[in-house]
């Protein structure tokens, strides 16, 4: 099963937005809408930040938004603050095999 | 709130046996509306999934992983269980133990994780 594809980095000034991709295929991406992203912090446990596609769980900042076209899911960070500096991860549900999750290769987020 | 905390060897000897347990509190380990999941992220790389446990005890594992995992819930210690089968140095990681929500197929809480690493 192949990782989802991320950029290795992605960087932005405080203030502006910037965008994460995140590319499947049409067994899990394309073909779900269970896509969800997750926010690591150097030693740190992953926390939800998106999940199905666009929706927030309670408590995450409304800077951070979700969406997706064909088999690529994005997600944008508005506003960017040096707090959002860590690493991004997105996952997706797949049947490709049997059901389960695919990760995405993960993205490192630089505030300048 | 429902809290994860994982627990086990942190040291594995080459072709033995992992097992971790996974204890939960502030809520049922018992509902239709989620499920358990283990993952794990081996040291400077991304995140993988390992296999997840319905409550009805319905199994799915990775491909990858699947001749060597088992991964099971003992409701009356309220613990989900991980054991990985041969291990080797590629099975070097920070173990995460995680709720997922059933519905929407994400993992809303998760463990602290647990570090084993696997060295003679």
């Known amino acids: 099963q192949s990782a989802l594809t991320q950029p290795a980095s992605v960087s932005g000034s405080p203030g502006q937005s910037i965008t994460i991709s995140c590319t499947g295929t049409?067994?899990?991406?394309?073909?779900?809408?269970?896509v969800s992203w997750y926010q690591q912090y150097p030693g740190k446990t992953p926390k939800v930040m998106i999940y199905a596609v666009r929706n927030r769980p309670s408590g995450v900042s409304n800077r951070f938004s979700g969406s997706k076209s064909g088999n690529t899911a994005s997600l944008t960070i508005s506003g960017l603050q040096a707090e959002d500096e860590a690493d991004y991860y997105c996952t997706s549900y797949t049947s490709s095999i049997t059901p389960l999750y695919v990760f995405g290769t993960g993205t490192k987020v630089t505030v300048l | 709130q429902l809290q994860l905390q994982e627990s086990g060897p942190g040291l594995v000897k080459p072709s033995e046996t992992l097992s971790l347990s996974c204890t939960v509190s502030g809520g049922s380990i018992s509902s239709s509306h989620y499920h358990w999941g283990w993952l794990r992220q081996s040291p400077g790389k991304g995140l993988e999934w390992i296999g997840s446990v319905y409550n009805s005890g319905n199994t799915f594992y990775n491909p990858s992983l699947k001749s060597r995992v088992t991964i099971s819930v003992d409701s009356s210690k309220n613990q989900v269980s991980l054991r990985l089968t041969s291990v080797t140095a590629a099975d070097t990681a920070v173990y995460y133990c995680t709720k997922v929500i059933s519905f929407y197929f994400y993992m809303d809480v998760w463990g602290k994780g647990t570090t084993v690493a696997v060295s003679s």
């Open positions: 049409s067994s899990d991406v394309g073909g779900y809408d269970f």
